[in-house]
C-alpha cells in the first residue's frame, strides 16, 4: 500500500439524471461506467469526458447494477426485469421477472450472475439462459454475493445469509442464522469472512465456512453499508455519521475496541475501498465525500463537498479516480491525486 | 427492544403523513379509498395496499405490497415490523416526486402493530415521514359477531386488536341497522378502546378531516379524557382488551417514571397494544408527550406550563389484563 501524504480531488466531470441517483459503477476496465437512477434512466458514461450511451430504462427506477470481470453488465430495476449486456453491447437481453430486482452480482469465476427478485435468488447465464431459482426465503433477498472462488452464492434476507452452491443445485444449502432482517452480503477479500449488517443494528460477521458468528451490536441505527479493506483485514461500518475500523487480525475483533473515523455531519450512506491504494472514501448526507487513510489516521486526508446527499461511490480500479452518485440525480467523477 | 428514540428533525415536521387503514374484509376500506382519492383535489396521495383494486385515479400512485411481518427484537412475539413498507418507502421518498399523504390499507385481517412499529423502528423513515392515525373501518352490521368469536388459545382475535389499536374509529353501513344498534356498537368499541374518536360513514362517505391530517400520533396533542373514564372500575383486571386512563396531581419523578415504564412495557408490552401520555416531570418547564404501541416508544418536549398551572400527568393504557388498581399506584408511587 502506498503511504498518501495528501490528496486532493478535483472534478473532472458531472451529468445529470433526472432523479435519485441509486448505483454508479466503473467498468472492470476504468473506461467507462454505468449508472442508473430512479427516473429509469440507465447509461454508460465515458470515464474520460462522461459522453453518454443511453442503455434501455428501467419504468420506475434502476434498483441495482453489476459488472463481471470480463465487462458484462448487468441492471436491474423496479420494473421486475433485468437487463444483461453482453461485453460491448448495447443491446441486451432482458429476463422478465415477477418482483422488484433488488441486488444483481456477477460470478466473480463464471459469466453468471446472481440476480434477487422477491424471496427469490436467481443464477443466469450471461445468454439470458436462466441457470437456477432459489425461491420461498423467508422475506425478500436483499442482497446477493459470491464466494471468492465463484463456488457459492449467497443471499441476504429475514432469518440470515443462505448459501448455495450452483454446480450442486440439488445439494442442502447453508444457513448463517440471525433472527433479523440481514441487508447486505459482503464477502472479504481472502475469503475467510462473510460480513451482513442488520436491520436491528447489529453487524454480524461470519467464519467461512464453519458459520462461527461474531457480531458488533449496539450501533444506534440499521446498517446498511459496510466495506472490507482490500487485504481482508478491516471492516469498516458506517453508522450513522461515523465509521468504524473493526482488525480482523489474529483472533479477530471480539472484545477490541474500534478505531473511529469522525467527520461526517449526517448519515453517513456510501462506503468505498479503493483496492489498489487501501484508501477508504465515504459519501453521506451532508454532501461530503471523504478520503481517510485508515489505521493510520483518524482524520480525513481529503474532502470534497457536493450539493446534494452523496448515495453512491466507487473507486476508479487504478486509484485515480472516484465516482460519486446523488440524491438529485448527478454523477461526477472525482480525480484523486497524490501529493 | 424498549427503546425511546427522539429524533431531532422529527420537531420541525415536513415529514409526510402515514394514514393506516384497517377494517375487515366488508367493511368498506376500498370505497373510502376511492372517495378519499377523489375528493382530495390537488393533493398527491400514494396508495398502499396489498392486493390491487379498482383504483384509477390521476393524481394517485398505487402500490402492490406484499406483507412481509417480521420479528425485530431476537424473536419477541410483540416486536414486529412491516420489511416490505421498508423498502417500499424507502424507494418512494427518495424520488424527486413529492407525496402529500401516504394512505396504507392493509388486509382485513391484519394486526395494525407491524405497520404502526415499522415507523418506530427505522429510523430512515421515522425521519421522512410520520404516523397520522391509525384509523379502524367498522362495518356497524358485523362488527359484534366479529368482536365476539372466540378464538382458540393463544390466537388473537383480529377485530378486537383493529378497535383497541385505532385513533380514529369510523362505523359504516350504518344505514344497514337501527339507532339502538348503532348505540350498542359504539358502546361496546367505547369498552375496548375508550379514547379513540368515533365518526360515521356512508356509502364511503366520511368527513374528510376525520381520516386525514388527524395528528394521532402528534405527540403534542392533548389526551381528551371523559372524566367518567378516568374512575370506571368495570373492567379490572380483565382478560379481555379494555382501556385504562390515569389522572395524578403532582409533578413526576424523571428516573422514578423511566424504570417503571421501561419495566413495565418491556415486561407487560406483548399485552398492552397502545399507551399515551402527557407527563409533568419534576423540574422542567415543559410538558412530556409519551407514545407506546407495544414495548416500543418516543417520547419527547411538548407544551410548556403556563407559571402558576396546576401539574398533573395523564396516561392512557389499551391492552389486555391491564389492572387500574397496579397501574395508577405505581404512577402514584413516581410522584417526586
Ligand atoms: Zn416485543
Redo the contacts between chains.
Sequence with gaps: MSTTRSLELTPRWSTAF???LTVARFGPDGSRLAAGS??GEAALLDAETGHRSALAPHEM?V?DLSWSGDGHLAVGG?DNTVRLYAAGSLQPVTLELDRWV?SVAWSPSAPQVAVAY?RSLGVARVDGSSALSFDDH???V?AVGWSIDGTRVGAAC?GGLHWYQPAEPEATGRVFAW???MLSLDVAPGGRWVASGC??ASVHVWRLWSGEDLQMAGY???ITELAWDPTGRYLAVAN?DEITLWDFAGKGPQGTTPLTLAGHEG?IHCLAYCPRTGLLASGGADGLVAVWQPPKRSGPVAAFDHDAEVVSLQWHPDGGALVTGC?D?TVRVLDATAH | MTTGTIDPEATTDDRVPVTVLTGFLGSGKTTMVNYVLREQHGKRIAVIENEFGEIGIDDALVLDAEEEIFEMNNGCICCTVRGDLIRILGNLLRRRDRFDHILIETTGLADPAPVAQTFFVDDELAARVRLDAIVTLVDAKHVVAHLDEVKPDGVENEAVEQVAFADRLVLTKTDLVDDDTVRSVVERLRSINAVADITTATKGVVDLDAVLDVGAFDLERAIDLDPAFLTDTDHQHDETVTSVGIEVTGELDGPKLNEWLGHLLSTKGVDIFRSKGILAIAGEDVRHVFQGVHMLFDSEPGQPWAPEEQRTSRMVFIGRNLDRHELTTSLQACLA
Excluded: R
Design positions: 433526472e432523479d435519485y430512479l427516473s427506477g434498483l423496479q433488488t422477491g423467508p422475506s425478500t436483499e429475514y433472527k433479523g432482517s436491520q436491528d444506534p441505527t440499521k450513522p448519515s440524491a440525480g
